[in-house]
């Protein structure tokens, strides 16, 4: 099973700060690198599909970039609504698997 | 616009089992995938698999094969998760999610299913 590894585990941020997380391959998944963002008690959202295309709806601020097996989620502007849990997905092959999250919280 | 709507929470017992339903809406269900995916308490997001709604045919991620079971009823446009001899440590959140290799689009709202004797 390719394994995704997420740094950091956990951040602390200001509101407009520059995020980003990064998130490892096991092994070469070519561009086949998703993110998503969970709210507490909530479902995931898709934010980032195919390592750097925005999910519909998605604000431009969210950007994804990578390839093969380094993976970089940025959120150039920090906002109240996007302190949740990040988590990175490879869909290049079954299992499908998740990377363990990176929360974002408030410094 | 399209809809994921899961059955509500169960409370179950130790080897008993349990049925989740996934129902869709406002869109072609045999066109995309259904993913399963568990989130256990205070942790993260685990995928179990996938069922191919055109075909009919699953796959399990390690872990969850054998009481583990996906299937449809496409004349109802529904995804079906059912878990057999519920263990204490099967107590999750349960989400289905539309999608296939450019990711899952759609998310149900999740069930929780509990296990307690």
């Known amino acids: 099973d390719i394994q995704l590894t997420q740094s950091p585990s956990s951040l602390s941020a200001s509101i407009g700060d520059r995020v980003t997380i990064t998130c490892r391959a096991s092994?070469?998944?070519?561009?086949?690198l998703n993110w998503y963002q969970q709210k507490p008690g909530k479902a995931p959202t898709l934010l980032i599909y195919a390592a750097s295309s925005l999910q519909s709806g998605v604000p431009s601020r969210f950007s994804g970039s990578g390839s093969g097996t380094d993976f970089t989620l940025t959120i150039s502007s920090l906002q109240p609504e996007d302190f949740a849990s990040y988590y990175c997905?490879?869909?290049?092959?079954?299992?499908?698997?998740f990377g363990q999250g990176t929360k974002v919280e408030i410094k | 616009q399209v809809q994921l709507v899961q059955s509500g929470s169960e409370l179950k017992k130790p080897g008993a089992s349990v049925q989740v339903s996934c129902k869709a809406s406002g869109y072609t269900f045999t066109r995309y995938g259904m993913n399963w995916v568990r989130q256990a308490p205070g942790q993260g997001l685990e995928w179990m698999g996938w069922i191919n709604t055109n075909t009919g045919n699953p796959t399990y991620a390690q872990g969850f094969t054998g009481r583990f079971v996906f299937s449809l009823d496409t004349s109802v446009s529904t995804a079906y998760l059912q878990i057999s001899s519920l263990e204490a440590e099967d107590t999750a959140v349960y989400y289905c999610?539309?999608?296939?290799?450019?990711?899952?689009?759609?998310w149900g709202q999740g069930t929780l299913v509990t296990i307690s004797s």
């Open positions: 092994q070469t998944i070519s561009i086949y």
């Open positions: 999610a539309r999608g296939d290799s450019s990711g899952c689009d759609h």
């Open positions: 997905q490879q869909s290049y092959i079954t299992p499908r698997t």
